[in-house]
C-alpha cells in the first residue's frame, strides 16, 4: 500500500518526495539535464524523469543521491509495438533507469481491446522485473471517463505501481475530476501521479489532498519555494 499524504501535516521534505522533475522537453541540451540534476540533488527530490538518450547521463550525476533515475516508454504516443517498448524498458534499466512512465495505447483501448491492453502493460512490468516503478500514463485529454476507470483496472490487473493522468504534450493534463476518478478506480497499491499543468504550490496541494503521491512537474523549484514561503 502506497501511503496517502496529509496536506495539513505535510512537510518540505515529504513534498520534495512527490516531485518527479521532468526534463522531457525535445530542445534540452546536456546542459540543461545536467543543471536540471543538480537542482533535483538540491531539493532531494523523488526523481528526474529525463528522455531515454540522458539515462545514463543522469544516472552518473545522481548516483551519490537518493534521487532516482526514471525514463519513458513508448513516449509520447503509445502506440509502439510491445516489443519495442519492452525493449525500451530493458535498455533504460541497463542505462541506470529505476522508473519507468510508460504511455497506454490509446487507440488499442479506445477501440475495446482491453486483452491487448493489459498485456502491453504487463509486458513492460515484466520487463521492469522488480528493478523498476512502472507508471502508466493513460493520456485521459483523449479518453471517456469509462475508458479512464477500465485504463485504470487494466494497468492495476497488469501489475503497474502507478496510474498517472498525462504526457503533458495533449492538450491538457491533471484535473481534480480525474484524480478523483481515478484513485475511485484502482486499490490502495496502486499509486496516482498527476502530470500536465501543476506549476504552483497551491495547485500541487490541491491534487495531494485528493490522493496523489507523485506529480510530475517543470516547475519544481517554483513549488517548493513557494510551499517554503508559506511555512515561514
Not at 534499466?93 to 481491446?113: F, H, K, P, W, Y
Not at 528493478?131 to 477500465?150: C, D, G, Q
Not at 478506480?185 to 496502486?190: A, D, L, R
Request: a negative charge.
Amino acid at each position: 500500500m502506497i501511503p496517502q499524504l496529509k496536506v495539513e501535516t505535510l512537510t518540505f521534505e515529504q513534498l520534495a518526495k512527490t516531485i518527479d522533475h521532468s526534463l522531457l522537453k525535445p530542445e534540452l541540451t546536456d546542459d540543461d539535464v545536467i543543471a536540471g540534476c543538480e537542482l533535483a540533488k538540491r531539493y532531494n527530490v523523488a526523481s528526474v524523469c529525463v528522455k531515454p538518450y540522458h539515462v545514463p547521463l543522469a544516472a552518473r550525476l545522481l548516483a551519490d543521491s537518493d534521487v532516482k533515475v526514471g525514463t519513458v516508454v513508448g513516449f509520447p504516443h503509445g502506440g509502439v509495438t510491445t516489443e519495442t517498448k519492452t525493449f525500451e524498458a530493458r535498455d533504460a534499466i541497463a542505462n541506470g533507469a529505476e522508473e519507468l512512465d510508460m504511455v497506454i495505447n490509446i487507440g488499442a483501448l479506445r477501440s475495446g481491446q482491453d486483452d491487448f491492453v493489459r498485456e502491453d502493460i504487463r509486458a513492460v512490468v515484466e520487463a521492469a522485473e522488480g528493478r523498476a516503478l512502472v507508471k502508466v500514463i493513460l493520456e485521459n485529454h483523449y479518453l471517456t471517463e469509462e475508458e479512464k476507470r477500465r485504463a485504470c483496472r487494466l494497468a492495476e490487473e497488469a501489475g503497474a505501481d502507478y496510474v498517472k493522468t498525462a504526457t503533458g504534450y495533449a492538450p491538457t493534463g491533471a484535473t481534480i475530476e480525474d484524480l478523483k476518478l481515478m484513485r475511485d478506480s484502482v486499490g490502495p497499491e496502486v499509486g496516482i501521479k498527476a502530470a500536465g499543468g501543476v506549476r504552483s504550490w497551491e495547485a500541487a496541494r490541491d491534487v495531494i489532498a485528493v490522493g496523489v503521491t507523485r506529480i510530475g512537474a517543470t516547475s519544481t523549484e517554483r513549488i517548493l519555494e513557494e510551499f517554503r514561503a508559506q511555512q515561514q
